[in-house]
């Protein structure tokens, strides 16, 4: 269709799934959703896919995605001045890392400093030691780590501190857990993990703290955030925690409204009316005029 007679409000949007499962059209991974909701209300929306399963890559193609949008957004309709962006759960976790570690994956696609001018964050990661809600062994942490963590990220603590944006943000969260694990050779050669590979002797909290601000240390972390939004819903399989810890510590640096979305849980949240309307009045709120 031909483009509008006045420029639209933009939104980007990454879907969840893990880092590893899902795609920008599957409908239980909440693109659609999302995408189809606001452009209904007068946005135009961009829904972003990327390579599933291993640490840079998905990163890499979303940030690629946010440089060819401020190339080309204009010929669509869009208003180059009013783009934001969003992400679902590993799509929050991927819009926020890009955006806090902005000189690695958006500065060598040319994206301008101040072209997002807000961030939407859903039900999102932003901890891969710990994101979910401690308990009693810490189980659920451990077990997202062993199935989650380690087949994208590998083992490597260091990278995992330097993608995970509340670390960078804040160098004193808790990364410590009850033990340390590792991965057992599988069957065909496969990686299989463990929770029997946990030891008794957890890691020192304060050094814990202490490597978390080495890592800050050897990035260039960006501190000049756009407004935010941050999203948690009630049946949010933990994550609410991790939002709620996210949402202090971008406070420091920049305006974050939290929403907290009853009756909801972590793929509905992104079919929720609540979510709509909430992320299209943020938006509105944002725009440059």
Not at 64 to 75: E, H, L, M, R, S
Not at 226 to 233: A, D, G, R
Not at 253 to 273: F, L, M, P, Q, W
């Amino acid at each position: 269709s031909p483009p509008p007679t006045s420029p639209l409000p933009v939104l980007i949007h990454v879907h969840g799934g893990g880092w590893a499962r899902g795609g920008k059209s599957t409908w239980a991974h909440g693109a659609p959703s999302i995408c189809n909701s606001l452009c209904s209300r007068g946005l135009l929306t961009i829904s972003v896919g990327y390579r599933l399963g291993e640490y840079p890559n998905f990163v890499d193609d979303a940030a690629k995605a946010v440089g060819w949008v401020q190339d080309n957004v204009a010929k669509l309709g869009g208003d180059v001045n009013n783009v934001f962006l969003s992400g679902h759960s590993a799509g929050a976790h991927i819009v926020s890392l890009m955006m806090v570690r902005f000189s690695r994956f958006l500065s060598p696609n040319n994206v301008r400093p101040a072209f997002i001018k807000g961030l939407i964050m859903i039900s999102g990661v932003y901890n891969l030691f710990a994101p979910l809600s401690k308990a009693l062994l810490d189980v659920k942490n451990k077990g997202f780590v062993l199935l989650y963590v380690y087949p994208t990220f590998g083992t490597d603590r260091g990278v995992r501190r330097t993608a995970s944006p509340l670390i960078l943000l804040d160098p004193s969260t808790d990364t410590s857990l009850a033990g340390s694990l590792s991965m057992s050779a599988g069957a065909a050669g496969w990686s299989v993990p463990s929770l029997q590979s946990w030891s008794s002797s957890p890691p020192s909290i304060e050094k814990e703290k202490g490597l978390n601000a080495h890592a800050v240390s050897t990035c260039d972390v960006n501190f000049d955030l756009p407004p935010c939004q941050v999203f948690n819903c009630q049946f949010d399989v933990g994550l609410q925690s991790d939002g709620q810890k996210m949402t202090e510590a971008l406070k420091k640096y920049t305006e974050v409204e939290y929403v907290y979305v009853g009756g909801a849980d972590h793929g509905s949240i992104c079919r929720n009316k609540t979510t709509h309307d909430k992320m299209c009045d943020f938006i509105k709120s944002k725009q440059i005029i």
